[in-house]
């Protein structure tokens, strides 16, 4: 069971990292998009 939910929460942490870079990416594609 702990060694389960550890991956489930190191799933959870990378899912969450790739959508902050996922949108950082957006948001600079957008402003150079502006300009």
Same mark, same amino acid.
């Given at each position: 069971? *702990? $060694?389960?939910?550890?991956? !489930? $929460?190191? +799933?959870?942490?990378?899912? +969450? !990292? +790739?959508?902050?870079?996922? $949108?950082? +990416?957006? $948001?600079?594609?957008?402003?150079?998009?502006? *300009?």
């Amino acid at each position: 069971m *702990n $060694s389960k939910r550890g991956k !489930t $929460s190191q +799933i959870i942490f990378a899912v +969450i !990292t +790739i959508i902050l870079l996922l $949108s950082m +990416i957006l $948001s600079m594609v957008v402003f150079l998009f502006q *300009n």
